[in-house]
């Protein structure tokens, strides 16, 4: 059973860095991709950036491609998301993502695990 559960999210002045953890609790050794979406208030929601198991293959969106970095410890079953430079437009309640099949997809309907967000408020 998969069990999402992030941490580091809270509040950061514009220009500064904040990095966000995931922990699937609920697995052990399995080969799952894994993710992070957005989403900000009245907007849908935003890929972020996913990591294949291996960490071999990533994508990001345009919006934080060069300012965020997705990376993975599978020995601590944790996902990690290193955001720099963070802009007012990057606040948003941060979702981490899983699935059984890495497919580099950006469409929030091709994961089927979701954690409950935490949220990261960015000041200007």
């Known amino acids: 059973q998969v069990r999402l559960v992030e941490s580091g999210g809270g509040l950061a002045q514009n220009g500064a860095s904040l990095r966000l953890s995931c922990v699937d609790s609920?697995?052990?050794?399995?080969?799952?991709?894994m993710g992070w979406f957005r989403q900000a208030p009245g907007k849908e929601r935003e890929f972020v950036a996913v990591?294949?198991?291996?960490?071999?293959?990533?994508v990001y969106a345009d919006s934080v491609r060069d300012r965020f970095t997705i990376s993975r410890e599978n020995a601590k079953n944790t996902v990690y998301l290193q955001m720099n430079s963070l802009e007012p437009e990057d606040t948003a309640v941060y979702y981490c993502?899983?699935?059984?099949?890495?497919?580099?997809?950006?469409?929030?309907?091709?994961?089927?695990?979701w954690g409950q967000g935490t949220q990261v408020t960015v000041s200007s």
């Open positions: 993502v899983a699935d059984v099949m890495y497919r580099g997809s950006t469409r929030p309907d091709r994961y089927a695990y």
């Open positions: 609920g697995r052990t050794n399995s080969n799952y991709a």
């Open positions: 990591i294949s198991w291996s960490g071999a293959s990533t």
